[in-house]
Every structure is written in structure tokens, then in C-alpha cells.
């Protein structure tokens, strides 16, 4: 059995290659399309697609886990739900958000987990396979539990009860009551029920096994999903999908007596691509990777499933169907960033489906109908069919759509944080930065008592400051770099901060100056000829300035020599008034949601 498992893996892409070397790759944008182009951004799509989503929610019977129009609709029930799983926890994926969480992981999937019939009756194997997916969905958006993962590999050791390996293929030895005209040929089909006494073969219930098996090579690099997913893209190739220049055909039921086939729609397809596009990416294979590359652009343009000739997708069904296709184009899509032919016309084709979705499927609110065509097509039937569909169109909208760029806030040249810092640091600090000042101001009048020379470069403004500048500089005190205080010189303190303020406020209210101006450019710049002006006697201003200067400086020395009365000593530390941590709650950050 290995052996022929090696064989059919060495002509596999061999056959494909062949199969596919004869077609030539055409990423033309068709000129009937229209609406492929869109304006509406990132975020906006997301919003969309996020309110649609919680609509779908809304439908969604807490007490069952699946919205109540999915009881009725016969065979696909199962599938429905399904599908809403994969749907909802995709869009969480591709935003980085955790919004359906509770539904998916804690509601309907833990319902389905616990056995109930109505969700895992195990009939058809595609409700199987795609519950898998739903849970390789749920594992991937959210916290990665391994159990998301254990069950997925059971779902795919349920369906490989229906699966035809290539070693029974070749020796004819069926599980299932089977007289086949079709030779040796069938390695890689999948009945699609359980029921060991049916025959009834779908494209959709393969293509739900090939994206499952291929999900959980990539998660586990286990070659036996491998095999599997390999051997069945040999049979849909052999079977289900012909190709032939830029058309395809795809057929959606096969008769394993008589190998006839039958009408494929959409999901007949998506499932596959979703899956051959992850064989394609994980094994870097070529041959898959040409393949895929060859059959995205004839299903795009395939008229049996664009019948206005505009590129809206138009065939509709009772059943998950066009949302699978999407899922699948999208996936291509992601998996092939830098093909530069392959992604403008995916990225075309979904966004014609979203302007159609948007323009004639919305009904009212969020809520989307099935038929995405205008007019006459168009209909006011919520479904819950219509709304998953809908929503796998919006959450490839977003997904598509470029990122973002945010421009880098502007720097200022003041430090803000300093200023913050000092104005909400207490009484302590405002009486340091007053000490700090009459210490700076005292070095400037020594400075014009004895002359010294000072080679130093002022890197901000290129020239020396001078006594005329103390006016401007002091109505903005928090800017200025604090002197260091050197307390091994200064006067024993032994009292508490309340006296200090007390003096402080005397001193403010009886000899401050007024309010200072605001600063401005011209305040803090300093001209070239500025030197000279406040040397010059007949300068009013610059004479007006020092007096003011030198009266400012005699009150902070009355201060200081009052304070070094009053005292405290140095070992103590200083008293804080009781709502200092209040106030701190002040200059925390503001952030944006």
C-alpha cells in the first residue's frame, strides 16, 4: 500500500502538469464587469461587515446555538450552521478581533461538542467535514485550544470511512456495493453520506474534504492528510473539472457506476479552491500552484454562474453556496500576495460582488437577501442562507483592502511631559523651581558685576542670552532646565510644606507680578542685533525690563531668607497634602478605543 501511495504521489504532479501545460494564464480583467472599483476603506468595510455579522447573531437561538430558519430547510441545516461558524470566526480572524468568541466557542460549538443530534447527526459527510472547519476556524481566531484541533481530526477520521484510497482504487476493493465502469480511477472520492449502502457522489463534499485535510497537514504536517487531500484534487482534476483554453466546466455530481456527471455550482468549486490553494502553499509545489492559478480566472468569468454578463455572481441556491466560492477566491487570494496578475483580478471580482451585495441585496438595516442581481431579481426574504453568504462577501472586502497608514504625530520643541510633570508635582516643586530661579538669577547679575568671558555654543537660538531675555523666559518657568540644588550649603529646614505654601502664597499675592503674556515665537527668538539693543541707553524697554528683573529677584530673596528661618531639617521628608493621588489620576493618558 505505501508504495502505490509513493506512486500516486510522483504522478500526480506529473498528470497535473500535463493537464495544465496545455493552458495558457489569462488575468484579464474583464471589460463587462462593472463596479469593480471602490473608494470605501478598510475601516468602513470592516464596520459593515461587523454589523451584518451582529444581525446574524441576533437570529441565532441561544438555547439551540442556530438561528431558527435553519430547522426547516431540509438537508443543509447542519451545513447552515456550519458555515455561520466559519463565517463568524473568519471575520475575527482576518481583524484581530475576539467579537463572536462567545457564539462560536462557548454557544454553538460547545452545543455541537456535546453530541447533539440536531447539529451532529453525521449523515452527510460534508456537515461533518465543515463542522471540521468550523473548528480549525475557532482554533486559528481565538486561543488556539488544542481540543478545537482533536476534533477536527475526528471529523476527519469519520469521513475517511467514506473515502476511496488509491490502493483499494487499483485492486477494486470497495467498502460500499459497487459495480464501476470507471477502471482503476476512483482513488480520491468521497461518498458524500455515511450510509455504507449509498453511492451518491458531490463535488462540494470533496472539496470540503480537501480543505479539511489540507487545514490539518498545515497545522500538523501529518503527510497523511496530505495524501489524502493529494489524492482526492486527482480525482476532481480526472472528473469534475474540465478545462479547456480560458473555459472551464465544473460538475457538481458524479455516478461512480458510469463515471456521468452533473451540474456543479458554486460551492462545488469554492471548497476545492479553498483547499487546492493550501496544498499549493504549504508544499510550494508548482504544479498545484499552476493549476490554481489556471482555474480562478475561468470559474471568475464562468457563465453558467454569471448570467447579466457583468461579473455579479448570479447563481443562487437554498444552501450555503456563493459564500463557499467567495471563501475560496479569497483564500487563493491571501495565499498568493505577490502574484502579480492573479491578485488585481480577484481583488476586481470581489469587489463587484461587494458594490452588488451593497446596492441590491441589502434590504433594510444589515440585513442581505440572497440574490445579489438588481431589479427584477431583486427580493425583501431575510434568510439566514442569504445573510452568510452575504457577510463572506463583506468579510473579504476588508480583507482585501489596503491597510491604514497612520502619519506620525508632530513633535513639539517643548516638553509637554516635563511641564505636566512639574505642574502637578506639589508645593515641593514650585518652591525648588523658585529657589532654582533666584539661584539663575543671581548668577546673571554677578555675571554683569564681573565680566567672563563665555565661549559655550547656544545650539537652540546660535547666540548668547541676555539680561533683557529674563522677562520673556520667566512667564514660562517649566520649560526651562532646573538648576541643581546643592543642599549641603543651604540652611537647616525643619518645618513642613503648609508654612512654605503659606509664605509662598504672601509672597505671590503681595509682590508677584501680573499674569504673564503668552508665549510666542517672537518672545522666545532672540535677533541677531539683540545685544546691542539692550545695550543701548535710549532702549525704554530693555531698562524697563531689568528694574522689573531686579525687583522680582530682591523678593525671592526675601522669601528664601525667610524660608531658611523657618526651616525643617534634612533628614525629614516632606509633608504631602491627602490628595495627591487624586490628583495624579489628572495627568494620566488619554487612548483611543
Known amino acids: 500500500m505505501r508504495q502505490v501511495l509513493l506512486l500516486s ?10 493537464a495544465g501545460s496545455v493552458i495558457g494564464q489569462d488575468y484579464t480583467i474583464p471589460s463587462i464587469w462593472q463596479n469593480n472599483v471602490s473608494d470605501v476603506s478598510r475601516a468602513d468595510r470592516l464596520s459593515i461587515a461587523f454589523e451584518a455579522a451582529s444581525d446574524l447573531k441576533q437570529r441565532i437561538n441561544q438555547n439551540t446555538g442556530y438561528p431558527i430558519d435553519t430547522i426547516n430547510s431540509g438537508e443543509p441545516s ?26 462560536v466557542v462557548d454557544n454553538t460549538l460547545a452545543f455541537y461538542e456535546s453530541g447533539k443530534e440536531d447539529l451532529d447527526n453525521r ?13 480549525i476556524a475557532a482554533y486559528l481566531a481565538y486561543d488556539k485550544n488544542i481540543s478545537r484541533l482533536d476534533i477536527a481530526k475526528r471529523n476527519f477520521d469519520i469521513v475517511h470511512g467514506s473515502f476511496v484510497n488509491a490502493t483499494d482504487a487499483q485492486n477494486g476493493a470497495y467498502t460500499r456495493p459497487l459495480n464501476t465502469t470507471c477502471g482503476q480511477t476512483l482513488g480520491g472520492l468521497v461518498f458524500f453520506f455515511s450510509n455504507n ?3 451518491t457522489v458531490h463535488s462540494s463534499g470533496i472539496g470540503s474534504w480537501i480543505a479539511l485535510s489540507a487545514r490539518l497537514y498545515e497545522l500538523t504536517r501529518n503527510t497523511t492528510y496530505l495524501d489524502a487531500a493529494e489524492q482526492s484534487i486527482q480525482f476532481m482534476q480526472t472528473y469534475m473539472i474540465k478545462q479547456n483554453d480560458s473555459s472551464v466546466v465544473v460538475s457538481g455530481s458524479f455516478d461512480p457506476t458510469s463515471c456521468a456527471v452533473g451540474d456543479g455550482n458554486p460551492d462545488d468549486v469554492g471548497f476545492y479552491i479553498e483547499g487546492l490553494s493550501i496544498v499549493a502553499n504549504v508544499t510550494s509545489s508548482h504544479t498545484y500552484t499552476h493549476m490554481a492559478n489556471e482555474l480562478i ?20 441556491a437554498n444552501y450555503c453556496s456563493k459564500g463557499i466560492f467567495i471563501r475560496g477566491i479569497l483564500e487563493a487570494r491571501l495565499r498568493n500576495p505577490s502574484n502579480r496578475g492573479l491578485v488585481p483580478l480577484i481583488d476586481s471580482y470581489l469587489t463587484v460582488q461587494f458594490n452588488a451585495v451593497q446596492t441590491n441585496a441589502l434590504i433594510s438595516g444589515h440585513d442581505y437577501a440572497s440574490s445579489w442581481r438588481g431589479g427584477s431579481y431583486e427580493t425583501t426574504q431575510i434568510t439566514t442562507v442569504g445573510q452568510i453568504d452575504a457577510l463572506d462577501v463583506l468579510n473579504s472586502a476588508f480583507a482585501i483592502a489596503p491597510m491604514a497608514t497612520t502619519p506620525p504625530p508632530h513633535s513639539s520643541s517643548v516638553p509637554t511631559g516635563a511641564i505636566v510633570g512639574a505642574a502637578l508635582g506639589g508645593p515641593v516643586v514650585i518652591v525648588a523651581l523658585v529657589l532654582g530661579i533666584c539661584i539663575c538669577l543671581r548668577r546673571r ?18 547666540i548668547a542670552m541676555t539680561d533683557g531675555d529674563a522677562e520673556g523666559l520667566l512667564t514660562e518657568p517649566f520649560i526651562l532646565p532646573a538648576p541643581v540644588h546643592n543642599r549641603s550649603v543651604s540652611p537647616p ?5 503648609q508654612q512654605r505654601i503659606a509664605l509662598l502664597r504672601e509672597f505671590l499675592n503681595n509682590g508677584a507680578p501680573g499674569s504673564p503674556p503668552s508665549t510666542s515665537s517672537r518672545d522666545l527668538h532672540i535677533g541677531h542685533n539683540s545685544d546691542a539693543q539692550i545695550r543701548s541707553a535710549g532702549d525704554s524697554d530693555a531698562q524697563q525690563a531689568l528694574e522689573r528683573s531686579l525687583m522680582l529677584e530682591r523678593r525671592l530673596d526675601d522669601l528664601i531668607h525667610t524660608l531658611a528661618n523657618q526651616g525643617e531639617t534634612e533628614s525629614n521628608p516632606p509633608d504631602y497634602d491627602g490628595n495627591v493621588s487624586s490628583n495624579r489620576v489628572l495627568g494620566q493618558d488619554e487612548r483611543g478605543v
Not at 529646614?493 to 510644606?497: H, L
Request: hydrophobic share 40%; proline share 3%.
Open 9 to 18: 504521489r510522483l504522478l500526480v504532479p506529473v498528470f497535473l502538469g500535463f
Open 78 to 103: 447542519n451545513r447552515t450552521v456550519a458555515n455561520m461558524l466559519v463565517v463568524l470566526a473568519s471575520q475575527d480572524w482576518h481583524s484581530g478581533n475576539s467579537s463572536w468568541k462567545e457564539q
Open 123 to 135: 449523515q452527510q459527510n460534508i456537515d461533518t467535514a465543515t463542522f471540521g472547519l468550523a473548528e
Open 197 to 199: 449502502s449509498d453511492i
Open 297 to 316: 480566472p475561468a470559474v471568475v468569468s464562468y457563465s453558467k454562474w454569471h448570467a447579466d454578463n457583468n461579473g455579479i455572481l448570479t447563481a443562487d
Open 445 to 462: 547679575r554677578r555675571a554683569r558685576e564681573i565680566p567672563i568671558r563665555d565661549d559655550r555654543i547656544d545650539t537652540m537660538n546660535k
Open 493 to 497: 529646614e525643619k518645618r513642613g510644606s
